[in-house]
């Protein structure tokens, strides 16, 4: 049983609330390698949320007691030692959790379907199969190998732009309107 891993100290019950001691309970072994990976990540995500919770609280009651932030009770904080201190229990749960998560992420198997995710290296084996077996039976490839971009057989596709005529105002207005210039247009006329 490492340190990590010892019951909580007089000095952890005192620090935490009840909810945040079962919490860190559950960072601990073997309650935490018996957890289902969602409910590893769950635990992960609310010590997450009561660690940074606690580290605001402790940052606003340390500048009260510096006198840089007006007290939000009726009186300042005194300090914020208490606050420091549940901030470094909840803070080693998470590192409990995180550690755990990590190592089984690391492992390549999760716990609860015990199935082998694939590597990177049969990934790129079977896009080279694929790949391979596209080469040699391909619909799209002509006899004689692909067509050269400046084939002089191949289709220019749309007309030449030269042979077509512009057959509205370049401003894209009706009749004789487009010919005008945008000033004399707008102008009103009495």
């Known amino acids: 049983m490492s340190k990590h891993d010892a019951p909580a100290s007089a ?24 957890l289902k990976d969602r409910d590893l990540s769950d635990l992960v995500s609310r010590l997450r949320d009561r660690r940074n919770r606690a580290r605001d609280l402790g940052n606003r009651q340390g500048r ?12 300042a904080a005194g300090g914020n030692e208490g606050m420091r201190s549940k901030l470094d229990y909840l803070n080693d749960a998470l590192e409990r959790a995180t550690a755990e ?35 040699q039976s391909s619909d799209m490839l002509e006899e004689g190998g692909p067509l050269h971009p400046n084939d002089p057989n191949a289709d220019q596709g749309k007309k030449a732009l030269a042979d077509t005529e512009r057959r509205t105002a370049p401003s894209g207005a009706f009749d004789h309107a487009g010919d005008l210039p945008a000033r004399e247009r707008s102008r009103t006329r009495y």
């Open 64 to 75: 009260e007691a510096r006198g840089k932030a007006d007290p939000s009770g009726v009186t």
């Open 11 to 34: 000095e952890e019950l005192r620090a935490l609330s009840r909810d945040e001691q079962d919490l860190a309970d559950q960072a601990r072994q073997p309650a935490l390698g018996q």
């Open 101 to 135: 998560r990590d190592r089984r992420n690391a492992d390549g198997t999760t716990a609860d379907d015990h199935q082998e995710k694939p590597s990177q290296v049969a990934f790129a084996e079977k896009a080279l199969a694929t790949k391979q077996s596209a080469q």
